[in-house]
């Protein structure tokens, strides 16, 4: 099974930071890499596909890059309503989640 | 798109609930849909894959031989059958379509199964 580890767990920002969220795969998984945005009481939302494709509608902020086992999503300017919890996800041998992100008020 | 989960609920441990997807938008005979569950505060955890046309299925190992995923793709619905339901298995339970492409791109609003005496 492939394990997909995020760090760190928990973030704690100010709007207009500038975050960065780490995703590491247990084995090679390419680019079959998913980031999900979840907020409390709701379905999660995909944020990026293929590890670096952005979901449409999804405002330019976000971005995800990496391959192989190394993955980050990147907020270059965080909003309001990006604190959330963030997670990644493999789609290279079945489908398994990181453990998530949760982003706080600073 | 719009995917609707159904029949959530309070069961006995031991005991069975058949959960329903309807959806809605989209070609639902052309895609794939999944299962997956988030317990109370964790986090996701993919249960179960169908193809289109219901040839190829998989499940996690936590519910193999205890759950069985199907669809019924003139009436545009996915379905969830678990039997021996375990307190492990309280969770949301979420409907999502999938593709190669995009992986899981839509999301129901999930449905609540708890597993309690």
């Known amino acids: 099974d492939i394990q997909m580890t995020q760090s760190p767990s928990t973030l704690s920002a100010s709007v207009g930071d500038r975050v960065t969220i780490t995703c590491r795969a247990s084995?090679?998984?390419?680019?079959?890499l998913a980031w999900f945005q979840q907020k409390p009481g709701k379905a999660p939302k995909l944020l990026i596909y293929g590890a670096s494709n952005l979901e449409s509608g999804v405002p330019s902020r976000f971005s995800g890059s990496g391959s192989g086992t190394e993955f980050t999503l990147t907020i270059s300017s965080l909003q309001p309503d990006d604190f959330a919890t963030y997670y990644c996800q493999q789609y290279s041998n079945y489908w398994t989640f990181g453990q998530g992100t949760k982003v706080e008020i600073k | 798109v719009q995917l609707v989960e159904s029949g959530g609920g309070l069961v006995q441990p031991g005991g069975s609930l058949r959960l329903s997807c309807s959806a809605s938008g989209f070609t639902f005979s052309s895609f794939a849909m999944s299962w997956v569950r988030q317990a109370p505060g964790k986090g996701l955890e993919w249960v179960s894959y169908?193809?289109?046309?219901?040839?190829?299925?998989y499940y996690a190992d936590s519910v193999k031989g205890r759950f069985t995923i199907s669809r019924d793709n003139a009436q545009d619905s996915l379905y969830l059958q678990m039997n021996s339901l375990r307190a492990e298995d309280t969770a949301v339970y979420y409907c999502t379509r999938y593709s190669t492409s995009y992986d899981f791109d839509s999301w129901g609003q999930g449905t609540l199964v708890t597993v309690s005496s």
């Open positions: 084995q090679s998984i390419s680019s079959w």
């Open positions: 169908i193809n289109g046309r219901a040839s190829t299925i």
